[in-house]
């Protein structure tokens, strides 16, 4: 049995906790998967992984193993392309994610570009605004537009995303057109979290580079912007996006940028990755290509 798919399972396991969930990422039916761990365990003379009926958990040997394995691994990828000259001949799987609007706008309308060059390369694609668990769940790498406070991870900044306040016709026909920040008194936003139940930051505003907040009244919260920029187009009060997200809107009149004077500050656009020695060639140039074709769009 080949050792290093016996390393990879094991790697996959202890990043999702889960054989079943290991199994579907690879491809694999979940007894293969039992098959590789105890295959390995049995090779190693030691048990690897802890399991319980509900979690499958690294033992110390395990964690041992996992952080030598991943360095191991990511030298098998460099080694195998090492002496590829053209790039059609990466293989392997990418697992990446990204914001909606980001995926939808920018990413999948080009993403032809990048398979026509790596046509033996296999796409993961997930769209979601929430934080990810990059090695739990597998991720090669992600784009977050925002702060990001992980350091766990290495963040390699892509660019600024400029902000817009904006709001539907409707509603501005009926709360009226705010033209200073004391008319926003009389106004509703859209308030957006991370996570429902937290308290939202309210609307934001950047006067001689310093930060401000404004707490607003506001009768929905939604925690994707897929739902942000539909509520917004329903009515229901202002809204601060990427003015990226919100150009077609704007140019079209379904949206209207109001209070361009106090606008949100720029957004951090961002590639996370795991913290690791060597980045496999692959995952490599996927993330020069989007880096590029992010900027492009500036």
Excluded at 40 to 64: I, N, P, S, W
Excluded at 124 to 145: A, K, N, W
Aim: charged content about 20%; glycine content about 6%.
């Amino acid at each position: 049995m080949n050792k290093l798919e016996l390393l990879r399972t094991f790697v996959r396991v202890s990043e999702m906790s889960s054989f079943t969930l290991a199994g579907e990422s690879l491809g694999l039916p979940r007894s293969t998967v039992s098959e590789h761990v105890q295959a390995l365990e049995a090779l190693l003379g030691t048990r690897l992984l802890q399991r319980t009926t509900r979690r499958v958990q690294a033992t110390q040997d395990g964690l041992v193993l996992y952080e030598r394995s991943k360095d191991l691994l990511s030298h098998m990828d460099e080694i195998e392309g090492l002496f590829r000259q053209d790039a059609a001949s990466l293989t392997g799987r990418i697992r990446f994610d990204m914001p909606n609007f980001l995926a939808r706008q920018v990413v999948l309308p080009r993403l032809p570009e990048f398979i026509a060059l790596h046509p033996n390369l296999e796409l993961e694609i997930s769209t979601t605004d929430r934080r990810v668990d990059l090695q739990r769940e597998g991720f090669d790498c992600v784009v977050r537009v925002g702060a990001q406070p992980d350091q766990s991870v290495v963040a390699r900044h892509v660019c600024d995303f400029a902000m817009v306040n904006c709001a539907s016709p409707a509603y501005l026909q009926r709360y009226g057109i705010p033209e200073k920040l004391d008319d926003l008194a009389q106004h509703r936003l859209v308030h957006y979290v991370g996570v429902l139940g937290s308290r939202s930051e309210g609307f934001l505003y950047e006067v001689d580079g310093k930060l401000h907040r404004l707490p607003m009244a506001g009768s929905v919260t939604v925690n994707s912007t897929d739902a942000y920029e539909a509520a917004c187009l329903g009515g229901f009060g202002l809204i601060q996006a990427p003015l990226k997200g919100m150009q077609s809107h704007l140019l079209s009149g379904e949206l209207v940028a109001v209070l361009p004077q106090f606008n949100a500050p720029s957004m951090d656009v961002a590639l996370l990755y795991a913290r690791q020695r060597h980045l496999p060639l692959r995952v490599r140039a996927f993330m020069d290509w989007l880096a590029q074709i992010i900027q492009s769009t500036i």
